[in-house]
Each structure stands twice: as structure tokens, then as C-alpha cells.
């Protein structure tokens, strides 16, 4: 018995609906980039599971890089003060970009990264997030390919923490409040 279970008061997406829904994406991918060889950012640390399946639901060649942001320090709530903690290593001008993120709650961070991107010249990009809040943006902000939608509640698991723990659950589940209040 995983003793982090007794932290989450439900489980939301489980191993099979996650990757079920990680294969769909990765066919669209496959067939929207076709004879061509996207780069696909991770953002971490949270993107870091996702992004490890969704390559390998892809079926045409890619490259793939890293950019580390925090945004959050170990509250649960969006400072929306964005830092990068690690650039990425690939030259993006004129390529196709993939940003992969986790969770778009307030959309500060995801409107951050895509500003920061589009400063490289890459010649088009996307975003692919595993899970949307809608209830929680504060900015109007677009994304291309999402996973799942989820209430305005504190979601752990499948690379997502909370003071840098439940990343390794591997499903995505409510952390229980009283452990965050
Ligand atoms: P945003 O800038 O408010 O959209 O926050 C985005 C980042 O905050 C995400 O990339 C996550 O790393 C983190 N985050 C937002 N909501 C949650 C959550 O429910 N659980 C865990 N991390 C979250
Ligand atoms: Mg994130």
C-alpha cells in the first residue's frame, strides 16, 4: 500500500484514462507533423512524466529539450512571478516548437514561457498541456492540444506536487485540504 495514497481525498484520472488519452494526443500529433521534426520542450519540473509518455505515443521523429520555471515556491497558489531556472539547449529559430506543460491554473506561467519562446524565432509553436483549470485563469490564454479539464481543486500526481511531493503517483489525484491549510 502506497502510504501517499491516505493524502488524496480522490482520484481523478487513473493510470489507464491517462495514457488512453496520451495516445490520442500522440496520434494527432504524428499526423499534424508529418514530414517534419518538431522539438518538444518540457517544462519542469511538473511536465516531466507527461512529456516522458507522450514522446513515446509519437510516432514520427522529434527532438526534445527542457525549460525549468518556478512559479509557485511551496504554497498552492500562482504568485504569478515566473523565473527561469534552466534555459533551454536546442536552437529553435525556424523550428517547429511543442511546449509541453502540466497544468495550466492561472495561465501567467504558460503566457510567460510562450512570450520567452517566440523571442528564439522558432517558425511556429504549440502548446500541449495535460491539464486545463478554466475556472482559475486570470488571463485569456490559448493552448493547442489538452489532456483533461479540472475543477478549480489542488492536483497531485503524474509529475505534479505539492511542496515537491506526489510527483511520482501515477495518477492524478485531489491532495486532501487540511494538508495544504
Ligand atoms: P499558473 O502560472 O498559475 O498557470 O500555474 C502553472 C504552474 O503551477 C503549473 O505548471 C504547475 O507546476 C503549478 N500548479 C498549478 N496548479 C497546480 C495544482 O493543482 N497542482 C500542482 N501544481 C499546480
Ligand atoms: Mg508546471
Same mark, same amino acid.
Given at each position: ?28 500529433i504524428?499526423?499534424e507533423y508529418?514530414?517534419r521534426k518538431p522539438i518538444l520542450i518540457g517544462i ?18 522529434v527532438e526534445v529539450d527542457?525549460l ?17 531556472? /534552466?534555459d533551454i539547449d536546442l536552437d529553435i529559430s525556424g523550428r517547429d516548437v511543442i511546449v509541453v $506543460?502540466?497544468? !495550466?491554473?492561472? =495561465? #501567467?506561467?504558460l503566457?510567460?514561457i510562450k512570450d520567452y519562446l517566440w523571442q528564439h524565432k522558432p517558425s511556429s509553436l504549440r502548446t500541449c ?8 485563469? /486570470? ?5 493547442d ?7 478549480? $481543486?489542488?492536483? !497531485?500526481?503524474? =509529475? #505534479? ?21
Amino acid at each position: 500500500m502506497n502510504q501517499m495514497n491516505c493524502d488524496i481525498s480522490a482520484v481523478l484520472f487513473d493510470e489507464y484514462r491517462i495514457q488512453t488519452r496520451i495516445r490520442e494526443i500522440g496520434l494527432e500529433i504524428s499526423n499534424e507533423y508529418q514530414d517534419r521534426k518538431p522539438i518538444l520542450i518540457g517544462i519542469l519540473k511538473g511536465g516531466f512524466i507527461f512529456l516522458a509518455d507522450l514522446v513515446r505515443s509519437i510516432s514520427i521523429p522529434v527532438e526534445v529539450d527542457f525549460l525549468a520555471i518556478s512559479s509557485y515556491g511551496a504554497g498552492t497558489s500562482s504568485s504569478g512571478v515566473v523565473k527561469i531556472r /534552466k534555459d533551454i539547449d536546442l536552437d529553435i529559430s525556424g523550428r517547429d516548437v511543442i511546449v509541453v $506543460e502540466d497544468i !495550466v491554473d492561472s =495561465g #501567467l506561467s504558460l503566457q510567460y514561457i510562450k512570450d520567452y519562446l517566440w523571442q528564439h524565432k522558432p517558425s511556429s509553436l504549440r502548446t500541449c498541456v495535460l491539464l486545463d483549470k478554466p475556472e482559475a485563469h /486570470k488571463i485569456e490564454v490559448h493552448f493547442d492540444y489538452v489532456g483533461f479539464e479540472v475543477q478549480n $481543486e489542488f492536483v !497531485v500526481g503524474y =509529475g #505534479l506536487d505539492f511542496a515537491e511531493t506526489y510527483r511520482n503517483l501515477p495518477y492524478i489525484g485531489i491532495l486532501k485540504e487540511e494538508l495544504y491549510q
